[in-house]
């Protein structure tokens, strides 16, 4: 069974251009939950998502930041216009139900220069 | 507001004992999570309390005081492999299941 999968491990923006972060949870779970970390900082959630539904994206800054989970297909964080600051790991994790323990896939390391 | 608290930093010595504690501050309550993070990878789900009392798991025991606001993690054994960051997480109960992480505990395991 294969865990929470998340692609790519590493990407390069320069400042202004787009990044698209994707995950794949694990099989059978519906559930899919973004984080960032920042360098020795804790992990801060960004969003939750069902299939198709955005269900708490209190996390998520207003502008530049998105994310969907489409019926079919992985879910995806999207930043657009990506600034220095943006340069962090971002951490998907999936669970089967709301409420049940989460599973982590390996991170998206993100470099803005 | 919501406050997780762990320590910064904790070393010990193989083959022995430590004990990570974590207290936190939260508009609700509804679940304690423990989660283990080597540099540069996924965290991992160590363990999960919800209701007061000591959860064992092989090494690793965790510990839960609702009426304190306090959790700590027991691990045994200590081997070099358990060198990690230890996460202290809590679910408050008003969220839609998204986790308030503590800025976590480097634990620095030596021979």
């Given at each position: 069974?294969?865990g929470?999968?998340?692609?790519?491990?590493?990407l390069?923006r320069?400042?202004?251009?787009?990044a698209r972060?994707?995950?794949?949870?694990?099989?059978?779970?519906?559930h899919?939950y973004w984080y960032?970390q920042l360098?020795?900082?804790g992990?801060k959630?960004?969003v939750?998502?069902?299939?198709?539904?955005i269900?708490?994206e209190?996390?998520?800054?207003?502008?530049?930041f998105?994310?969907?989970?489409?019926?079919?297909?992985p879910?995806?964080?999207?930043?657009?216009?990506v600034v220095?600051?943006d340069s962090?790991?971002?951490?998907?994790?999936?669970?089967p139900?709301?409420?049940?323990?989460?599973y982590?896939?390996?991170?998206?390391r993100?470099?803005v220069? | 507001?919501?406050?997780?608290?762990q320590p910064t930093?904790?070393?010990a010595t193989e083959?022995a004992i430590?004990?990570i504690n974590c207290?936190y501050q939260?508009s609700?309550?509804n679940?304690?999570?423990?989660y283990q993070?080597?540099a540069?990878?996924?965290?991992?789900f160590?363990?999960?309390?919800v209701l007061?009392?000591l959860?064992?798991k092989?090494r690793?025991?965790?510990?839960?005081?609702?009426?304190?606001?306090?959790?700590y993690?027991l691990l045994?054994?200590?081997?070099?492999?358990?060198s990690?960051?230890?996460?202290?997480?809590v679910?408050?109960?008003?969220s839609?299941g998204?986790?308030?992480?503590?800025k976590?505990?480097k634990?620095?395991?030596?021979?």
């Open positions: 069974n294969a929470v999968m998340q692609n790519p491990r590493h390069v320069r400042r202004g251009q787009e972060l994707r995950c794949s949870p694990m099989k059978g779970h519906s899919v960032r360098p020795e900082e992990l959630f960004m939750y998502l069902q299939k198709e539904n269900i708490d209190s996390g998520m800054p207003k502008e530049r998105s994310a969907e989970f489409p019926k079919e297909g879910s995806i964080l999207r930043i657009q216009q220095r600051g962090a790991a971002y951490f998907c994790a999936s669970s139900q709301r409420g049940n323990e989460q982590f896939g390996p991170g998206t993100l470099t220069t | 507001g919501q406050n997780i608290d930093e904790m070393t083959g430590v004990q207290t939260t609700g309550f679940g304690l999570f423990w993070q080597h540069g990878e996924a965290p991992t160590l363990s999960y309390n007061d009392g959860e064992e092989g690793f025991s965790s510990f839960l005081s609702r009426s304190k606001g306090y959790s993690l045994k054994e200590l081997q070099m492999k358990d990690a960051s230890y996460l202290c997480a679910r408050d109960r008003g839609q998204n986790l308030i992480f503590g976590g505990t634990l620095s395991v030596k021979p």
